[in-house]
């Protein structure tokens, strides 16, 4: 009996999502459907972690332990997958090293988090592919560089030092340092904040009306915006401070010396694995359009941060997951995608 393999590459908002809906209603309907010609389906979630991060709440994770315990920021995947059986789920924890698209293969390496007990395949073989790799940031405040356990230890260090700082510098003029700054703002208004913004507003992927608003209110709290600058780099010293160089209109730029610097600057998509001749100029997933999420070439889709379409965040997730299910159901039912091989 052939086996469709549909893997799913990430397993944050957009993985996760999609491979629940794919779960319990694509395969179920295409299972049904290929009765008559013997091909069952199985999806395969690749995760380079063992722990989904919620970051969406980060900001107000990490200014202390008692708005939100950090356990309910991390939770195992592979709880949430205990309802399925092993014959349509096969949880991969490993990650993405190079793809092959000729052979339809994924070269997967061991990580941080991979079991000590095990370790994850070399290859593993598709014939759909759908990419949720989303995003990551320098901070491992916000994404989780290889093992969770970094991205808690940063967390934990961050709630430490807030109730004996005096001054902190947010860099990032994006919804995680506005909403940071806002946060520390709420809870240690004592505290001298200065959040730099590399454009002239904030928040520059919503309408501009709601970037002021939002400036507006963290004036009103005392943070102090400041536009059109960026941290260039950033330098702890044994005394507990951290200098920030800042890159302006000096040549050398002026330096900042502060008790806690938090980087909340831009993201990078998780593409280096993937062939060159999928990605945009900017290295995201090329998409055709956003409601199918076809991605660049037959049988290949893309989700969330990682995507092309995708200006970043969670609403723009729960408005695709549907629709990219629906695309792969009317492909795979049709005949028009996923044509690989059988494994």
Known sequence: MAVHNIVVIGASYAGLGTAHYLLRHTIPALQKASDSDSTTYKLTLISATTHFYHKVGAPRFLVSPDLIPLSKAF????????????????????????????????????????????????????????????????????????????????????????????????????????????????????????????????????????????????????????HGVRAKRATSDVGGVTEVVLDNDNDDGDVKVVDLYIDATGIRPNTAFLPKSWLTEKNYVITRDTTSLRGPVDGVYAIGDVAGYSLGGALDIVDAVRPLCATVLQDLSRGEGGKGHAV
């Not at 949430?80 to 789920?89: M, N, R």
């Not at 000729?102 to 997967?108: F, K, P, R």
């Not at 700054?181 to 913004?197: C, H, K, Q, V, Y």
């Open 75 to 226: 939770l195992p995947i592979a709880d949430g997958f205990k309802s399925y059986p092993s014959s349509t789920f096969t949880l991969i924890i490993g990650e993405a090293h190079s793809l092959n698209p000729t052979t339809q293969t994924i070269a997967i390496q061991k990580t941080y988090d991979s079991p000590s007990s095990s370790s994850p395949p070399s290859t593993v073989s598709y014939n759909t592919l759908i990419l949720a790799t989303g995003a990551s940031s320098d901070s491992p405040l916000w994404s989780i560089p290889g093992s969770h356990d970094r991205t808690i230890s940063a967390l934990k260090s961050t709630q430490s030092a807030l109730p004996t700082a005096k001054t902190v510098l947010v860099a990032g003029g994006g919804p995680a340092g506005v909403e940071t700054a806002g946060e520390i703002a709420s809870l240690f208004p004592e505290i001298d904040i200065t959040l730099l913004s590399g454009a002239d507003r904030l928040l520059t992927r919503l309408r501009p009306a709601l970037g002021a608003a939002a400036e507006s209110q963290l004036q009103a709290l005392g943070v102090t915006v400041v």
